[in-house]
Nanobody, 120 residues
Framework: QVQLVESGGGLVQAGGSLRLSCAAS????????MNWYRQAPGKQRELVAT???????VYLDSVKGRFTISRDNAKNTVNLQMGSLKPEDTAVYYC??????????????WGQGTQVTVSS
């Protein structure tokens, strides 16, 4: 009963910037982590960045220094600020969250994805 809604994808030229946002809603007791993944055509899904409930962050090596993940716990949202974009960043970006529900069980939820296309 948790929904994740992503926004902010689009087409941008190399060197440009985009900001992705994701909002979680539904039957949430707490959110342990919120994450951004991406999947390019013909490639496996990879973790881009994650933010824990303690605000620790982890980044994919290839995006360090260019991407910044931030989280607003009060609003159950997570953002991904992407700068100095490269054509190899082109992918569908997915928001995910590990949620503890009212029954104390943990569940993983996924958004439907937002397309990011970087032209050269």
């Amino acid at each position: 009963q948790v929904q994740l809604v992503e926004s902010g994808g689009g087409l941008v030229q190399a060197g440009g910037s985009l900001r992705l946002s994701c909002a979680a809603s539904g039957s949430i007791f707490s959110i342990n982590s919120m994450n951004w993944y991406r999947q390019a055509p013909g490639k496996q899904r990879e973790l881009v960045a994650t933010s824990t409930s303690g605000r620790s962050t982890v980044y994919l090596d290839s995006v360090k220094g260019r991407f910044t993940i931030s989280r607003d716990n009060a609003k159950n949202t997570v953002n991904l600020q992407m700068g100095s974009l490269k054509p190899e960043d082109t992918a569908v970006y997915y928001c995910s969250a590990r949620v503890r529900g009212p029954d104390w069980r943990e569940y993983d939820y996924w958004g439907q994805g937002t397309q990011v296309t970087v032209s050269s």
